[in-house]
């Protein structure tokens, strides 16, 4: 089925007399087909879109592809998600282009949708409002809550090019002569120009509005409520009355996804409860490529996958009756780092997984890889505590990918700070297999007002390769939750807990968990001045003086999801 009709720029009135635009691909056969529907802020032609759009219609359904509203050919104002909800629209949208979708001449009146990242928060938000022709979705790299993705901290690094590409469209929109048009365009000038200015900028609040265009007045309002949750799609899961798909990855930012899955299980419609899926693999956020070798380590041939297939094996399914298994299959399906191997599960997060702690200890000198620091499952008695200086002009750079995502890297470039306390095992003497949620909790102290502290799982092998596996970060002022901003007290200790993101992996013979406790993960989180003011409007920079504590009184240890029957 290779031949296709296209159709570009189709018109979608909405319910308020705007005019959406889509992109329709179809067999050229005159046949009635299901309908799979992406909505999208990032341009519907973008080439990414168009091969994923035609190898879906060549498997026999009408593929859409819809500029959301006040994006590229379509009309209205753009709203972004990181507002209330209420405000953007997007949800009336959603619905109304589902039920023109349905009565189309192409299509069986059955809808679904497909999407990652903002494209997935599409589905979700149409979800709410259970348009009566949308029948299943599949959405990856979406998490439940916004602040599971940055921890109440502002991304700089990634935030300010996402921010940048978006503004593409509003400079060509607002007929602006200067700055890239297109999103590709942007990119390409944001890493090879951009970047190194405006990460660095003090204070944010103060970058040129032409930098990113009339997009400026939303970034400027998002910078005052990183600690604010703007998805809140927890509230949403009973509200959806149709079958998910999900996926995403181990080095996916956006891992939260997991919490969709469970919350539907847990909180959905009782009749829908066993239907819904969720995949995470050996994979970043960024799911259009699925390779089985992504930074240093190749995890095997049963970790390359591609994105069509996993939307394809979800709609043949659900739209066609051709069940290859996973109309039988359990809920979950991880692959396993380490063993290489696909397990299914039944729940997420497993109930029989053991919480183990490891015990942060040292002689009082655990600054870089080549400290007294270890771990162990001993608990401590009279220890020195470590200390170190958090400079945030000279801040622990991310070991990270040129697009400012998570993936796997050797951590080596790090080995000399002196900033970074590092905690690590004995060489693992059997296979130990850990899934799930990962926790640390650290009793710290500063001279500052305010701080963060940053926890960094390591998986180091035989060969000295460090290969960061989750993170997570916790802003001082936040330690009580978000609701409420608590100055420090210089050098009295506190009882953080830092929640990271959640793993599967099974540490082989030989290779060895690494703990890497610090102050700033720059640019992936925007360094904390250490004086207690906002970010965005502060230009003081204060050095910190740091201690962590693992003694008796104050046992800073790792918890570790341990499941013993792999």
């Known amino acids: 089925m290779s031949q296709l009709n296209t159709e570009e720029n189709a018109a979608v009135e909405m319910r308020d007399g705007t005019v959406l635009r889509a992109d329709i691909y179809r067999p050229n056969d005159n046949g009635r087909y299901p309908a799979l529907l992406l909505r999208t802020p990032y341009w519907k032609q973008h080439p990414r879109y168009i091969k994923t759009a035609r190898g879906l219609a060549e498997r026999g359904y009408t593929v859409i592809c819809q500029d959301m509203r006040g994006r590229y050919d379509s009309e209205g104002e753009f709203r972004w998600q990181f507002m209330d909800n209420s405000l953007t629209g997007d949800s009336e949208d959603g619905y109304d282009t589902v039920e023109w979708a349905a009565n189309l001449k192409s299509t069986d009146g059955h809808v679904g949708t497909w999407g990652h990242s903002y494209d997935g928060w599409t589905s979700w938000r149409m979800a709410e409002l259970q348009p009566p022709s949308l029948k299943a979705i599949h ?10 993705m940055n921890f109440g901290i502002f991304e700089t690094g990634r935030r300010l090019e996402w921010s940048y590409m978006m503004a593409a469209d509003m400079r060509r929109r607002s007929g602006a002569k200067h700055g890239p048009h297109y999103p590709v365009e942007a990119v390409d000038q944001w890493r090879a120009i951009e970047r190194g200015k405006w990460i660095w900028y003090l204070p944010l609040a103060d970058i040129p509005d032409e930098t990113f265009s009339t997009l400026t007045p939303q970034l400027q ?6 600690h604010v949750e703007m998805w809140n799609f927890d509230a949403v899961h009973q509200k959806v009355n149709v079958p998910v798909g999900m996926f995403t990855g181990w080095w996916d930012r956006v891992i939260g996804t997991v919490k969709q899955f469970s919350g539907l299980e847990t909180n959905g ?6 239907q819904h899926r969720l995949v995470v693999g050996p994979w970043s956020h960024m799911m259009t490529t699925l390779n089985r070798d992504l930074g240093p380590i190749d995890y095997g041939p049963q970790a390359e996958e591609t994105w069509e297939e996993l939307i394809l094996r979800w709609y043949d399914y659900q739209f066609k009756g051709i069940d290859d298994g996973i109309g039988t299959e359990p809920g979950v399906k991880l692959f396993i780092l380490g063993a290489n191997e696909w397990t299914y599960e039944h729940e997420w997060p497993l109930k029989r997984a053991e ?49 400012a995502q998570a993936m796997p890297r050797d951590q080596k470039p790090l080995d000399s700070r002196q900033d970074v306390l590092v905690y690590q095992t004995a060489p693992f003497e059997s296979c130990m297999r850990f899934v799930g949620s990962v926790e640390l909790e650290l009793w710290a102290a500063s001279d500052a007002p305010d701080t963060d502290w940053t926890a960094k799982l390591v998986l180091v092998d035989r060969n000295g390769l460090a290969i960061n596996l989750t993170y997570g970060i916790v802003r001082a002022r936040y330690r009580a939750g978000f609701d409420e901003e608590l100055a420090l007290d210089p050098g009295v200790p506190v009882n953080y807990t830092i929640q990271l993101n959640p793993v599967g992996i099974e540490i082989q013979p030989g290779q060895r968990l690494r703990l890497d406790v610090s102050s700033s993960d720059f640019p992936n989180f925007d360094r904390n001045h250490n004086t207690g003011k906002d970010f965005w409007s502060d230009t003081e920079l204060r050095v910190a003086n740091q201690t962590v504590f693992h003694d008796s009184e104050m046992p800073s240890r790792l918890l570790m999801p341990l499941v013993n029957d792999p």
């Open 355 to 403: 919480t183990v702690p490891f015990y942060l200890h040292s002689d009082g000198s655990a600054n870089t890889p080549h400290g007294d620091g270890y771990m162990s499952i001993n608990t401590p008695d009279s220890e020195r505590p470590d200390q170190y200086s958090y400079d945030p002009r000279d801040p622990v750079m991310s070991v990270m990918d040129i697009d």
């Open 221 to 226: 309002a998002y910078y005052k409520h990183q």
């Open 269 to 274: 419609p009782e009749n829908l409860r066993g």
């Open 139 to 148: 959405a990856s790299g979406m998490g439940t809550k916004s602040l599971d």
